[in-house]
């Protein structure tokens, strides 16, 4: 059954509330699920309504999707009385199932059992549910977050951890990206993070994804999965537990040198996955795979800045990754030469200087732009809050076209000025630099 | 478990390995008959023995006058056969293996070999069998590429002819499921050909 009940469902139930004075996380479910959704219905055994939602004691209609956040050794219950309602899709946030433990995976495969039987479809246990942009600025929020960034984007995200899914939601608050879809998978008793890979590939709503990956059971599925995937938009991988395996190393033979982890590198290269060594390098993959900077390579990249000192960095970080700072033709010079001081330098990096004229910049950074041996730009300023630095970045992106990010330091009027571009800001000039560069295979 | 000698390993990966010259000797006879053939050095290891380099049953540098004491030595120290093989002179020592992976399936394993291979355990994978241009793309992966790329002016490594290594690693493992790992150490890179000198196959 596709997964579209899941991420656009029409009607919902949900599991778990208290109708008393006690707040529970199943309150925060049903808040959450209640605003923006079409039709709630809560399940309850005594209550009319929760928080001025109607509630039945058992389902009584065929829901596209039931949240289920009861107490552990209730889920069993509410699994079985959503199977018999009919529920395409059941998500059971609750804990305490095979993470706990063999006596738990027996009740998780007894759940998972029951679900299959009715043709239910069954995410988690152990999950903190799902968020998507159902259209027209519209959102499913079936999960426990609370707060949940409402821009609407092409960017979908898979998690097989709970608590990173909260980081995920953290990041895209500060970066500003927009959302398109986002499902925590718990312990996949039914829906493996592959099965939502594959949905998302065909989602014509995602253009990028991002994975959180503790473990892959179905490795060579997976692969076959998700190349037909990057085909056609970049999957970008965080895969947690690579060391755990590299303990397995301590044989002198390739196959124990080589342990798990290279297995699945081995795997995600097939598969053309960007592959992410740590947090900050996912995020920051992830987001230049959100702006579309991973669909075409670039080698010969400008650095465009007005802060000496950093541009050196950034050039260290592109001549350290293989990409090659061009010298700018005779005629972007001579145009540059007619509007920074003369003390300027025009090598790459190019530093207009702070003594530029401010209402010279959009112009010089016209000129570097339109140069033919400028394939991407990395824009640095620190502290010199010109607007019109801001400005000329992003009239020439608009403008040219070419893949940019930037390091932005404590000018907000530029970075407004970007942000608004959609010119993504890095953390620092080497991890700026690194952006542009963000490829599968490596 | 259970490891295949070393001759047998060979035998099992059967007649596309690139070998050097060598024989399992079962005489005294047949080991100086097969040396009268070869020029140069010869090496000659105990059979049916784990380990033999730590056991010191690999002698190396052996001329034709010295076989007689090696195999008296050798034969008696291992199943009471004798490898020898010409011996050669690498460049570069490489490491070509198999193994399955629980998630993954079988899968190549290439990395550096030498004396350092196990402080740096440069390695990469491929998923195999590998597909036309993994192995080119994978051995860029390694920290120690560069060294393939040719040392001091010598020649490249062939990678057709690693890859082909590579293939017939994963063509045992892909088509016999009662062998669990495969090693090939050291591949010997003599004049950019890759030549394994040996070979452990282990069988569940």
Not at chain 1, 184 to 190: E, F, I, R, T
Not at chain 2, 121 to 137: K, M, Q, S, T, Y
Not at chain 2, 156 to 167: C, F, N, Q, S
Request: aromatic share 6%; with cysteine; proline share 5%.
């Amino acid at each position: 059954m596709s997964l579209d009940y899941l991420f656009a469902p029409r009607s919902i139930a949900v599991y778990g509330a208290s109708a008393g004075a006690s707040r529970k996380l199943g309150n925060t479910l049903l808040a959450n699920a209640a605003n923006g959704a079409p039709q709630v219905v809560a399940v309850h055994p005594t209550a009319d309504s929760i928080d001025g939602i109607p509630a039945v004691a058992r389902l009584d209609r065929p829901v596209d999707l039931a949240l289920i956040s009861v107490p552990g050794q209730r889920v069993e219950v509410a699994v079985a009385d959503a199977a018999a309602a009919g529920v395409k899709v059941g998500i059971v946030l609750s804990s305490g199932f095979g993470e706990t433990g063999a006596a738990g995976r027996i009740v998780q495969d007894r759940i998972a059992k029951l679900a299959a039987a009715a043709g239910m479809r069954l995410v988690g246990p152990n999950c903190m549910g799902v968020v998507s942009h159902v259209g027209n600025g519209r959102w499913l929020n079936g999960s426990y977050f609370w707060a949940i960034p409402t821009t609407t984007g092409g960017l979908s995200f898979v998690s097989q951890s709970g608590a990173f899914g909260g980081m995920f939601f953290s990041h895209l608050r500060s970066s500003g990206l927009g959302l398109s879809r986002f499902l925590s998978v718990g312990n996949s008793a039914d829906v493996s993070a592959t099965d939502v890979l594959e949905w998302l590939g065909d989602d014509a709503q995602t253009t990028a994804i991002g994975m959180f990956i503790e473990g892959f059971d179905d490795g060579r599925r997976f692969v076959e999965v998700a190349r037909r995937v990057t085909a056609k938009k970049p999957v970008v991988v965080l895969k947690a537990g690579k060391m755990a395996a590299g303990a397995k190393a301590a044989a002198s033979h390739t196959g124990s040198i080589a342990g798990s982890y290279t297995a699945v590198q081995a795997g995600l290269r097939r598969a053309g996955i960007i592959e992410a060594a740590g947090t900050e390098t996912f995020f920051d993959a992830m987001d230049a795979a959100a702006a579309g900077l991973t669909r075409t390579a670039v080698r010969r990249i400008a650095i465009i800045t007005i802060s000496g000192g950093p541009s050196v960095l950034a050039a260290d970080a592109a001549e350290r990754a293989g990409l090659s700072l061009p010298a700018l033709s005779e005629h972007t010079l001579a145009q540059l030469r007619s509007l920074v001081p003369a003390f300027a330098a025009l090598g790459n990096p190019i530093d207009l200087t702070p003594q530029c004229p401010v209402d010279h910049f959009i112009a010089a950074i016209e000129a570097v732009y339109a140069d033919e041996s400028v394939e991407a730009v990395v824009a640095i300023n620190c502290g010199l809050d010109f607007p019109q630095f801001g400005t000329g970045v992003a009239r020439a992106v608009a403008a040219t076209g070419k893949p940019t990010t930037a390091f932005v330091l404590d000018a907000p009027g530029v970075e407004a000025e970007m942000a608004a571009a959609g010119v993504l800001r890095f953390a620092s000039p080497e991890r700026a630099i690194a952006a542009l560069n963000v490829r599968a295979g490596k | 478990m259970n490891a295949l000698s070393e001759w047998d390993s060979k035998q099992r990966l059967g007649s596309k390995l690139p070998r050097p010259v060598e024989i399992l000797a079962t005489s005294l006879q047949q080991a100086q008959a097969f040396a009268a053939t070869i020029d140069g050095p010869i090496v000659a290891k105990a059979s049916g023995v784990a380990h033999k380099t730590e056991g010191g049953l690999v002698r190396l540098g052996l001329a034709r006058s010295d076989i007689g004491q090696a195999w008296n030595e050798l034969a008696a120290a291992g199943d009471g056969t004798v490898l020898l093989a010409e011996q050669l002179h690498a460049e570069l020592e490489l490491i070509v293996g198999g193994y399955r992976d629980p998630g993954f399936g079988p899968l190549v394993t290439i990395g550096i070999g030498g004396i350092a291979a196990e402080i740096f355990r440069d390695v990469v994978a491929i998923l195999a069998p590998p597909e036309d241009g993994e192995v080119a793309a994978a051995v860029k992966q390694l920290a120690g590429h560069r060294l393939l790329a040719g040392i001091r002016g010598g020649p490249p490594v062939d990678l057709v002819a690693l890859e082909h290594i590579a293939k017939v690693v994963a063509e045992l493992l892909c088509t016999d499921s009662a062998v669990a790992e495969i090693d090939c150490n050291p591949v010997m890179v003599c004049n950019g050909v890759p030549i394994v000198a040996d070979a452990l196959v282990v069988l569940d």
